[in-house]
């Protein structure tokens, strides 16, 4: 992550923004002709939490419209329109794109799907799109109808939320995540602990996404959203018994404190660092006459089915046997996992009537789900031609994206999000 020195930040902040002061204690938005609370730019708040606001920069949640994140850019575009045009419906529903919620809530709040007009449209999920929300009502609307991402809370129009409310008044504190300097916090500030120190802040944008077929394609999985569910069949009949669990929150993994404050990375599938904290990969080999054969142990340590979420994730296991020169003699797929070893591909198989694989808008039902689930251990077999081979080697790759979606929008992202990120390996010489 870049990090400017502290002069840089003031004077980039200076030079970006409307304006250095913050609002005062006394005065409401209204009165002060300042702009309202959910159209403060995060670079404001980042005046006094400056490394949470480095931090946020650095995340996903400030990349998340289709301006800033090319993935989502380019399925956006085919799905809605352009993202700095005015009244842009969703193609199928023919509806203001429910996308926006999620992606870009600020600019859902106030409706509008022009993403350049105002600078917090374009942080996405930025200080305020949190920071302002009073309670969750849940993604089930009364009519039965979701209500997904901003639509799912309440939110203040005078004051900020916190965990714990800044109670010091008008005395000089430092702020959580600023530098040593004394600040008077001049912000109106609220205390929601049930609320942030919760899931719930999360759920309504990560709990599950649906398509215009009202198939779910992204979902958090059960656990953590506190059940258990038990498939068992009674007289032949499959039944589903849910029961209530204790499940840990997302801010436990995603939020911790670091240097004295919460650490606001929050980071996912695009940290290669936090890829490699998901499966523990091993592996021995027995040798026979004439047989070697490699056993490799996938162990998804967490609550999260592995990947989750977005339904083009996937996990490609690639197990390759190597001379004493250290050529590759053997693999156990060359081109296509998918087509020539499927079990070495762990994805959410979306699919069409005719069973076709399709992408998620398109998507009628799903075809199969061979993704890790939550502490799963998964063990595979492979039997490798001995002659010559004196080391196997086990790698398991993380993909943001699937091979049949690199060749359609491939040519729109920079290498990076192309790129298959190391979650393990494994080396067994014989
Ligand atoms: C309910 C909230 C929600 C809605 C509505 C939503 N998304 Fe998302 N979207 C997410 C979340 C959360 C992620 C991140 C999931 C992950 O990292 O696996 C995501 C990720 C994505 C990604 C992957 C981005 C990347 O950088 O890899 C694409 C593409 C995407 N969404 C497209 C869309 C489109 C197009 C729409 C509208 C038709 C939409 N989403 C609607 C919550 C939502
Ligand atoms: C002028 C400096 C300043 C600015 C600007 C500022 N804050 Fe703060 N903030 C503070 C200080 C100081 C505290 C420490 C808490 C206290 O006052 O006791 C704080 C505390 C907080 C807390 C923790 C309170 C809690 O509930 O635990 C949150 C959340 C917060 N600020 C969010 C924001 C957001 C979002 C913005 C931008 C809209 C913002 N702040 C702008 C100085 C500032
Ligand atoms: C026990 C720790 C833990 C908990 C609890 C947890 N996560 Fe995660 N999560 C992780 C780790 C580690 C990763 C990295 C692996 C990855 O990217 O799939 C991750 C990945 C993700 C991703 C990216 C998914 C992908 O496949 O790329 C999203 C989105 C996410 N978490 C959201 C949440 C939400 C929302 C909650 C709460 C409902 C939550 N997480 C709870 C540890 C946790
Ligand atoms: C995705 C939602 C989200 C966004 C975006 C977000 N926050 Fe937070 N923030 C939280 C949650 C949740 C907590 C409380 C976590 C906890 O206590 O476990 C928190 C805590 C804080 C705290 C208290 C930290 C402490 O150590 O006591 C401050 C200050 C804060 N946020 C400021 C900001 C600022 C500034 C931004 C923008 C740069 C921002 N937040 C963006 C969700 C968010
Ligand atoms: C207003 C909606 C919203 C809220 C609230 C929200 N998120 Fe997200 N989150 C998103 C979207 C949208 C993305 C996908 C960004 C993208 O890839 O384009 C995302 C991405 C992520 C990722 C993946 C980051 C990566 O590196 O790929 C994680 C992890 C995550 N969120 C965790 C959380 C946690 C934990 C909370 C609660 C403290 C939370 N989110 C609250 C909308 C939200």
Same mark, same amino acid.
């Given at each position: 992550?870049?990090?400017?020195?502290?002069?840089?930040?003031?004077?980039?902040?200076?030079?970006?923004?409307?304006?250095?002061?913050?609002?005062?204690?006394?005065?409401?938005?209204?009165?002060?002709?300042?702009?309202?609370?959910?159209?403060?730019?995060?670079?404001?708040?980042?005046?006094?939490?400056?490394?949470?606001?480095?931090?946020?920069?650095?995340s996903m949640h400030a990349k998340s419209t289709a301006l800033t994140d090319p993935?989502?850019? *380019?399925?956006?575009?085919? $799905?809605?329109?352009?993202?700095?045009?005015?009244? #842009?419906?969703?193609?199928?529903?023919?509806?203001?794109?429910?996308?926006?919620?999620?992606?870009?809530?600020?600019?859902?709040?106030?409706?509008?799907?022009k993403l350049d007009a105002k600078p917090m449209y374009a942080e996405g999920v930025n200080c305020v799109a949190c920071h302002t929300m009073t309670a969750f009502k849940g993604i089930q609307g009364e009519d039965g109808k979701l209500t997904l991402g901003a639509s799912a809370y309440e939110y203040s129009k005078d004051s900020l939320i916190g965990p714990e409310g800044a109670f010091n008044g008008n005395k000089p504190v430092k702020a959580p995540g600023g530098d040593n300097e004394p600040k008077v916090n001049a912000f109106t500030h609220k205390a929601n602990a049930p609320l942030f120190k919760s899931s719930d802040i999360c759920l309504g944008c990560h709990q599950t996404m649906v398509n215009p077929q009202k198939l779910a394609v992204c979902t958090i999985g059960d656990l953590l959203l506190g059940k258990e569910?038990?498939?068992?069949? #009674?007289?032949?009949?499959?039944?589903?018994?849910?029961?209530?669990?204790?499940? =840990?929150?997302?801010?436990?993994?995603?939020? =911790?404190?670091?240097?004295?404050?919460?650490s606001h990375e929050i980071a996912g599938g695009h940290d290669p660092e936090k890829v490699r904290k998901s499966v523990a990969l091993s592996m021995f080999t027995t040798e026979g006459e004439n047989k070697l054969k490699a056993t490799i142990i996938l162990k998804n340590t967490l609550l999260h089915t592995m990947p989750n979420s977005a339904p083009f994730r996937n996990l490609v296991l690639k197990v390759t046997a190597l001379n004493d020169k250290g050529e590759v003699v053997w693999s156990n797929f060359k081109e296509d996992p998918d087509k020539e070893d499927p079990q070495s591909l762990m994805i959410l198989k979306l699919v069409n009537n005719e069973g076709q694989p399709v992408m998620p808008p398109q998507a009628t039902k799903v075809g199969g789900d061979t993704r890790l689930k939550p502490g799963e251990k998964r063990v595979l077999y492979y039997n490798v031609p001995?002659?010559?081979?004196?080391?196997?080697? *086990?790698?398991?790759?993380?993909?943001?994206?699937?091979?049949?979606?690199? $060749?359609?929008?491939?040519?729109?992202?920079?290498?990076?999000?192309?790129?298959?990120?190391?979650?393990?390996?494994? $080396?067994?010489?014989?």
């Open positions: 992550m870049a990090v400017l020195g502290k002069q840089g930040l003031t004077f980039a902040l200076l030079a970006l923004f409307w304006s250095a002061a913050p609002l005062s204690a006394s005065e409401t938005p209204a009165e002060s002709g300042r702009p309202p609370l959910n159209h403060v730019p995060s670079a404001n708040c980042g005046e006094c939490h400056q490394d949470i606001y480095l931090q946020w920069q650095g993935i989502h850019g *380019a399925v956006y575009r085919m $799905e809605a329109g352009d993202p700095s045009e005015e009244g #842009v419906t969703h193609k199928v529903t023919k509806s203001f794109p429910a996308c926006l919620q999620c992606h870009a809530p600020i600019a859902a709040r106030d409706k509008t799907t569910v038990k498939e068992t069949k #009674v007289k032949g009949k499959e039944v589903k018994e849910t029961r209530d669990i204790v499940a =840990p929150t997302c801010q436990s993994c995603h939020m =911790p404190v670091v240097n004295g404050f919460v001995p002659a010559g081979v004196k080391t196997v080697r *086990a790698e398991l790759y993380y993909n943001l994206i699937t091979k049949p979606m690199k $060749e359609k929008i491939g040519d729109k992202l920079p290498d990076e999000l192309k790129t298959p990120a190391l979650v393990g390996r494994a $080396e067994a010489g014989l």
